[in-house]
């Protein structure tokens, strides 16, 4: 099946910093990406879409400047959690769908990346 | 309200035992009703889907939905320790690329 990796799987960082997280597509090309939190015993609540080539589509409530969403190629997206704060330490997991349009549940999900913000 | 309802348990049954999964949800749009499986500080990864009402049957897992009471349900039979995970119910409507997942129910198979 379709393989999404994530990168890094877990992070560490001081309030205030800026923190790069990577989701790449290995075996296929992800028109489409999406963008996860899940807080521990909490569903996974949709952060933003994005297409590759454009700009990302941001669910109501999350703030588009401090979730920065770059999609620059047809397997790697990237999320940077800027200015961090201990309320950003959540659970981010991605997942990419290989085709424009298709079925919202033909998107296949990243490890996730744990963040904890100090 | 919250758009899909799921009982985050935990739920802790014996090996060998059926289990029964089930969500609730309030929008008539949902046309595709998934069930994902997540493994600790792992992605979730797609068991089944189903489209419209009806069953789905796949080795030990059925998946159940009823449309005209928006309930859906999965079963799990003859439970192994490795069906120990957290399970996802997730929807979507016709045409839409967004899913809404439910909240998870932690499942514990004892041996």
């Known amino acids: 099946g379709a393989v999404v990796s994530q990168h890094p799987s877990r992070v560490i960082c001081k309030s205030g910093t800026s923190v790069k997280i990577e989701c790449r597509s290995l075996d296929f090309q992800a028109t489409t990406m999406f963008w996860y939190r899940q807080f521990p015993k909490q569903s996974l609540m949709l952060m933003a879409t994005?297409?590759?080539?454009?700009?990302?589509?941001?669910e109501q409530g999350v703030e588009k400047d401090k979730f920065l969403i770059n999609h620059a190629s047809l397997t790697l997206s990237t999320l940077t959690v800027t200015s961090a704060h201990p309320e950003d330490s959540s659970f981010y997991i991605c997942?990419?769908?290989?085709?424009?349009?298709?079925?919202?549940?033909?998107?296949?999900f990243g490890p996730g990346t744990r963040l904890t913000v100090l | 309200q919250k758009e899909v309802e799921q009982d985050p348990g935990p739920l802790s049954v014996p090996e060998g035992a059926i289990v029964s999964l089930n969500c609730t949800y309030s929008?008539?749009?949902?046309?595709?009703f998934m069930w994902y499986r997540q493994y600790s500080r792992k992605g979730p990864e797609l068991l089944m889907y189903?489209?419209?009402?009806g069953n789905k049957e796949d080795g030990r897992f059925t998946a159940q939905v009823d449309k005209s009471s928006k309930y859906i349900s999965l079963f799990i039979r003859d439970s192994q320790p490795s069906d120990s995970a957290t399970y996802l119910c997730a929807m979507s409507a016709e045409g839409a690329q967004k899913l809404v997942f439910g909240q998870g129910t932690r499942l514990t198979i004892n041996p």
């Open positions: 994005s297409n590759e080539g454009s700009k990302a589509t941001y």
């Open positions: 929008n008539s749009a949902f046309q595709y």
């Open positions: 189903t489209y419209s009402s």
């Open positions: 997942s990419a769908k290989g085709t424009s349009g298709g079925k919202a549940h033909e998107q296949f």
